[in-house]
């Protein structure tokens, strides 16, 4: 049967900065508690729509597979934070890129959206559906982040990375794969005000409503007995002894969530890549983020077994046993660039706090 090969892979991180010490003029918190609690030191705001991050790391991601934009069928943007629910945001990636010969379709699964894809674009290769993906994770969810509340303010940050996956007749790729979902909980993490359900009337008068709400600790649990199971199960699934994962590649939320996933994997933490404090919780961008910098820093060998594992709003998870292609080096690279950016981060964020109140000193 073909396989499907991670052949390309880039990021997209908006330049301005917004750090745990910005963060005290916001809202009652410190640095001490937010590293603590969560392992992040900052996160970046964009200046920028998602599909403009999306279409960046994804130039980035074709040139490292050394292919163009008219080689794809598929343009897969995972986000729940799209420019606009129509058209989608791949739609306008694939537009960006020139992918004339693509389809594009975005795809909702929270925090878990690009393993989703991921998955779903592995699949769809080996069966033959297609020869070349374009799969994308890219958010802009500090649009939808309050910054009064302090349980939210401090976890998310803005971001895009990007994978192309190609049809191989070289051994690997996807050896194990879950996804889940329990709709019932759906209300522990949410933006109530921000779908067809809303009274817009209603949200006049009460924009906190399109925040996202969360309660904390009830996702912290669940997110650490998700991410656990499906990582066990998916290296089961790929015949692999928990001794033989070269590479955890897990969403990043909370180093306390990333450090109980390695334990059920009795992984040490040498074998786990982490980049939260940089940049928070991207959501669906995390991953392929972090996949693209554990490759830039030479973590990655050829053959490489690798378990991606997620979870978020839904609640959703997913996981994946990966086994990586032989080539670990880009063929090529871009110099193109986001557009510049003035002012500072309080000024970036100046309309979120028209629209949800707060500001710096408030
Ligand atoms: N700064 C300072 N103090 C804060 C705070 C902040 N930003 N947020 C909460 N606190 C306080 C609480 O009010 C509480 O105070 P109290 O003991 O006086 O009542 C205390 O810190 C502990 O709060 P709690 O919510 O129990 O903390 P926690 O250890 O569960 O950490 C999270 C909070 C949000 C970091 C943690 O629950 C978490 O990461 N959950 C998962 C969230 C997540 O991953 N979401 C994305 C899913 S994709």
Redesign the pocket.
Same mark, same amino acid.
Request: net charge positive.
């Given at each position: 049967m073909t396989n499907s090969s991670i052949t390309g892979w880039g990021k997209c991180l908006p330049p301005t900065v917004l750090t745990n010490h910005d963060l005290e003029a916001l =809202?009652?918190? &410190?640095d001490d508690?937010?590293t603590s $609690?969560?392992g992040i030191k900052e996160r970046r705001i964009s200046h920028v729509g998602t599909s403009e991050l999306a279409t960046l790391a994804g130039k980035r991601a074709l040139a490292a597979a050394g292919i163009s934009a008219a080689d794809v069928d598929l343009v897969n943007v995972a986000t729940c934070t799209p420019d606009t629910l129509i058209p989608s945001a791949a739609s306008l990636v694939q537009n960006n890129l020139g992918a004339s010969n693509a389809g594009a379709v975005d795809q909702n699964a929270?925090?878990s959206g690009f393993l989703y894809s991921l998955i779903m674009a592995c699949g769809m290769v080996e069966a033959g559906v297609i020869e070349t993906a374009l799969v994308i994770g890219a958010e802009r969810l500090t649009y939808f982040i309050d910054f009064t509340d $302090?349980?939210t303010? =401090? !976890?998310f940050g803005d971001g895009a990375g990007a994978v192309v996956v190609q049809a191989t007749d070289e051994p690997g790729g996807l050896k194990g794969s879950e996804m889940g979902s329990d709709g019932s909980v759906a209300d522990i !993490?949410w933006s109530p005000g921000s779908g067809t359900a809303t009274n817009r009337v209603e949200l006049e008068s009460d924009h906190k409503r399109m925040a996202v709400s969360?309660n904390?600790?009830e =996702?912290?649990k669940r997110?650490v007995k998700a991410m656990g199971d499906a990582s066990t199960r998916v290296v089961d699934q790929a015949g692999w002894a928990l001794d033989e994962v070269d590479i955890l590649i897990p969403?990043q939320? &909370?180093t306390r969530?990333i450090d109980a996933t390695a334990r059920r994997l009795q992984l040490d933490s040498s074998k786990v890549f982490v980049n939260i404090a940089s940049y928070g &919780?991207t959501?669906a961008a995390t991953i392929p983020i972090a996949l693209t910098e554990a490759l830039e820093a030479g973590r990655i060998e050829p053959g490489a077994k690798i378990v991606f594992a997620a979870?978020?709003?839904g609640l959703s998870w997913a996981a994946a046993a990966y086994e990586f292609g032989s080539r670990v080096e880009p063929l090529g690279e871009t110099d193109e660039e986001l557009p510049p950016t003035e002012g500072d981060v309080m000024s970036l964020l100046a309309e979120n706090f028209a629209y949800f109140g707060g500001g710096p000193n408030q």
């Open positions: =809202v009652d918190t &410190n508690w937010i $609690r969560t929270a925090c $302090r349980g303010a =401090v !976890l !993490l969360m904390g600790p =996702v912290f997110a969403h939320a &909370n969530i &919780n959501s979870f978020g709003g």
